[in-house]
């Protein structure tokens, strides 16, 4: 595989893990706001695009006490993931 095709490839999965992080950040603000309706769109849309996501790490951290840390998981974990996919670019351009 050609070095542009690789840089390409990273620069895309990049730009995709910074956009599902925005909606992530969005997700998570949205659920102090107990009259959000998430069974109308765009809240729906929302809900559908994050929840798999979030749930897996739902199993494992449970809500204690009313407040769900697994969020804090979820972002750090796809901080990382969006970190190794940068250096991988920078070590594949060098």
């Given amino acids: 595989m050609s070095s542009s095709l690789l840089v390409l490839l990273a620069d895309t999965?990049?730009?995709?893990?910074?956009?599902?992080?925005?909606?992530?950040?969005?997700?998570?603000?949205?659920?102090?706001?107990?009259?959000v309706d998430w069974y109308n769109p765009p809240f729906s849309i929302l809900s559908q695009l994050t929840d798999p996501y979030l749930n897996i790490f739902r199993s494992i951290i449970p809500p204690l006490g009313g407040i769900d840390f697994s969020p804090i998981l979820a972002i750090l974990a796809l901080q990382f993931l969006s970190r190794a996919v940068t250096m991988g670019l920078g070590s594949v351009v060098y």
């Fill in 13 to 35: 999965l990049s730009t995709f893990l910074q956009i599902y992080f925005v909606l992530l950040i969005v997700r998570i603000l949205l659920t102090w706001f107990p009259n």
